[in-house]
């Protein structure tokens, strides 16, 4: 396919020339100034409301103002939403190959080697920023100096200075440097829309819910600085005698008002300045606390799904281990939903770039590895190899996380296994055709004699291990009822009971392939 018709996710042909520069660079005096208003000044429910309904028909620069507002003055939404930034933008990077060919390995590969970047995670952290605000524009300045097409940085743009299609409200569009809406050039912008909710980008965002509660709490916090510096201090009280003048009256006055702030004043001997404490005030103070606290974990649930890892709250470690699962499970979905745009507008992009469009192409995966579960595949293996399942070592061994022992390695062994019961040699009938009453008189011997060996508790335990089997809808309850019932398990007795009954049971079975044979 020839460079000229290489087509973007949107249809739009690439314009190469563009693709090493930067359009969308701020300019002090153009459409796209770095300065920004502060709408949060004196903010009050009838202005929010008004911002909000602005972003509504498209028109979001005073919401996109606000937002930043708020994550500048709210330490607690800042301390939030930079711990679900930073939590996706440092997980490890991973490439997968879009096949096993030697051409899909070098594209792999040459993605692999540009993600070793140590710029990449604060523009990782930068491309999140979607997260508060509903959408993020980054744009790519790429790099053809040495004849081959390469990422050179990835620079965030200020969202006040794009736009979306009035048609729509949810086709991006970019302003230029004469404040003309374009759409954006292929293959030049990184545009995740990682939305709280359903609905158009523009209110997807979380800093909708933020800046609600932060105006409230701005209300509680001014409230309770007016509150401390009232009554945080005693009622000055002056009293002046019968017949004093109005000067007089204006001494003690002015006396009393400066107490409060410079804590010293004179008044003439004949007039006196009470000091009269308030009794009531913690419970007043406790109830602005409260209600700041509350708002506080209202952000927090909205941000991050829970409270106890940003909040004190009470519910011991097991609450606390819940609420970390769903903060894992948040990460998890914004982990994949970046991935997918990392895959869209720019993976791809750099392929069509530097190799023309492909059939298969790699793709980046970001997600925490999972932790074995060791004691849970231990169980497993202990339970069902015995019964005959065929399991690879190497595959264990990686699993595991262990490494093949080489020629001279010190090993671990299998501890010696307690001896089985003396079982007596097979009768010559089990070898040999002829009369197998002699053998099935010895197998019952047997049995008999391993009943009469194995302990009552033993005989207890077994029967209520077939209990907890009948009533397990799967092995993995299975397994969840033998921990907790048998949790200081010794195992020895029962270990020589069933190696014996194992012989026995072979045994038992070669006699029934003789009768079907016979």
């Known amino acids: 396919m020839e460079p000229s018709r290489v087509l973007d996710h949107r249809g739009r042909p690439i314009e190469r020339r563009q693709l090493t520069e930067e359009i969308a660079a701020p300019t002090l005096t153009g459409v796209r ?17 008004n911002i909000m309904r602005e972003a509504d028909r498209g028109e979001p620069v005073r919401y ?35 096949g096993e060919d030697a051409h899909d390995l070098e594209m792999a590969e040459m993605v692999r080697d540009w993600l070793k970047r140590d710029e990449l995670a604060s523009e990782l952290f930068d491309i999140l920023d979607c997260i508060g605000k509903g959408y993020s524009f980054t744009e790519i300045i790429w790099d053809s100096s040495e004849g081959q097409w390469r990422p050179e940085r990835l620079e965030w743009r200020d969202p006040r200075w794009f736009r979306f299609e009035r048609r729509d409200l949810a086709t991006p569009l970019m302003l230029d440097e004469h404040g003309r809406e374009l759409p954006l050039p292929a293959f030049k912008f990184i545009f995740p829309a990682l939305k709280a909710k359903s609905g158009l980008p523009l209110r ?127 990460e998890r979905a914004d982990a994949i939903a970046l991935a997918g745009v990392l895959n869209r507008d720019l993976i791809r992009p750099w392929i069509d770039l530097e190799y023309g469009p492909q059939a298969r192409y790699p793709r980046v995966r970001i997600a925490r590895e999972e932790p074995e579960d060791v004691q849970a595949l231990s169980t497993a293996l202990a339970a069902l190899v015995p019964l005959g399942l065929k399991v690879r070592a190497a595959e264990v061994r990686t699993r595991l996380a262990l490494s093949e022992p080489g020629e001279g390695d010190e090993v671990l062994g299998a501890a010696p296994v307690a001896d089985a019961p003396p079982v007596e040699a097979a009768p010559p009938a089990l070898q040999a055709e002829g009369d197998i009453r002699p053998a099935r008189e010895h197998i019952a011997g047997l049995a008999e004699r391993l009943e009469a060996e194995l302990q009552p508790e033993v005989r207890d335990l077994l029967e209520r291990i077939e209990t907890m089997l009948s009533k397990a809808g799967s092995l ?43």
């Not at 507002?69 to 190959?97: A, G, N």
């Not at 409060?260 to 406790?286: L, R, Y």
């Not at 299975?478 to 029962?494: K, V």
């Not at 009954?501 to 392939?513: S, T």
């Open 476 to 518: 993995e309850e299975f397994r969840e009822m033998l921990l907790a019932g048998f949790p200081d398990l010794d195992t020895s007795e029962l270990t020589r009971a069933l190696a014996g009954g194992l012989i026995a049971a072979e045994a038992a079975g070669r006699l029934a392939l003789e009768d079907e044979s016979g």
């Open 33 to 49: 100034s770095p300065l920004s208003g502060n709408p949060g000044d004196g903010l009050n429910p009838v202005r929010l409301a």
């Open 204 to 330: 997807g965002g979380l800093s909708r819910v933020a800046a609600w509660g932060w105006m409230f709490k701005a209300y509680t916090a001014r409230d309770w600085a007016i509150f401390t510096q009232t009554y945080g201090q005693p009622l000055r009280l002056g009293k002046y005698q019968a017949g004093s003048s109005e000067e007089d009256k204006s001494t003690l006055f002015r006396a009393v008002a400066n107490i409060a702030g410079d804590c010293a004043a004179i008044i003439p001997e004949s007039m006196s300045i009470d000091f009269v404490e308030t009794q009531n005030v913690g419970a007043s103070i406790d109830l602005y606390e409260r209600r700041s606290d509350w708002l506080d974990r209202q952000i927090s649930k909205a941000v991050l799904g829970q409270t106890t890892t940003t909040d004190a709250v009470s519910g011991g470690h097991a609450v606390s281990q819940e609420h970390r699962l769903v903060q894992e499970d948040i």
């Open 64 to 98: 996109m103002e606000l937002a930043e507002v708020v994550e500048e003055r709210d330490p607690h939404y800042l301390s939030v939403i930079s711990t679900r930034k930073r939590s996706v933008s440092q997980i490890e990077i991973t490439v997968d190959p879009g």
